[in-house]
């Protein structure tokens, strides 16, 4: 599935997708969500991954949001706009609905498009360089209502009003006192934490890692949207798997369990 500007990769029971436009410190051409989408589908589908972690390439961003040298091949008009978001659209709610936990690894700068793209995740660790913003207002771009939700539900209104009124830029220090990410790590460090807390949650027993995040996304949604049937229907099937009997009996027996997902 890889491509010059995004690379997948499967390691073990973790999925990675790497922006992979460094120059440019990693802003996204249509060419490039269209790969992501893809790649996030082959993840979901492959039993063998567990959970997925999204970076950029280069060591300077994390995501910067659109690639403005497309903009004229990309969003001259206003029917390409409404094509160019409604994939950027797709990418953010596959990852945000993913039933599989998904990280943001951070490095470098996390602005516009790729704050939303981190938002989207499930957990978010950064480096000390990491900076983070989202400039719509200074550019004058309409930001749609499933983002702005996110962030709100993340660090609160009164910070999402900040973050997006003003359109600053703020370090890794004030984000995590916003509880934007989860945490901050030297450079050297980020990558090894990344994805020892991604192998720690792969070897967990995934039906119950599913339930939780199915009901997290619940949490956050209007009271009439919530299916909260399916939420106690998935709690259920997890005292219904041999999963359940491996996690006692390995508790029991004092040895590490070997869940299947089953």
Known sequence: MSTEKMIARKEGMIGRIIFNNPER??????????????????????????????????????????????????RATY?????????????????YNA???????????????????????????????????????????????????????????????????TGRIYNSAVAKDMRLINDILPDEELEAHVLAT???????????????????TNVFLDPDQRDLENCQAMVDRCFASDDYIEGRTAFMEKRPPQFKGR
């Open 25 to 74: 410190h990693n802003a996204v051409s249509l060419a490039m969500w269209q790969s992501a989408s893809e790649m996030l589908t082959d993840f979901l589908e492959d039993d063998e991954v567990r959970v997925i972690v999204l970076s950029g390439a280069g060591g300077k961003a994390f995501v910067s949001g659109a690639d403005i040298s497309k903009f004229d091949s990309e």
């Open 79 to 95: 029917e390409a706009v409404l094509e160019y978001n409604a994939k950027t659209a797709e990418v953010y709610g596959g990852i």
């Open 99 to 165: 039933p599989k936990p998904t990280i943001a690894l951070i490095q470098g700068h996390c602005v516009g498009g790729g704050l939303g793209l981190a938002v989207a995740c499930d957990l978010r660790y950064c480096t000390e360089r990491s900076k983070f913003g989202l400039p719509a207002a200074k550019l004058g771009l309409g930001y749609p209502y499933a983002g702005l939700k996110r962030l709100s539900d993340i660090v609160g209104p009164a910070y999402a009003k900040e973050i997006t009124y």
């Open 198 to 216: 991604a192998e720690t949650i792969a070897n967990n027993a995934p039906l119950t890692v599913g339930a939780m995040k199915n009901i997290y």
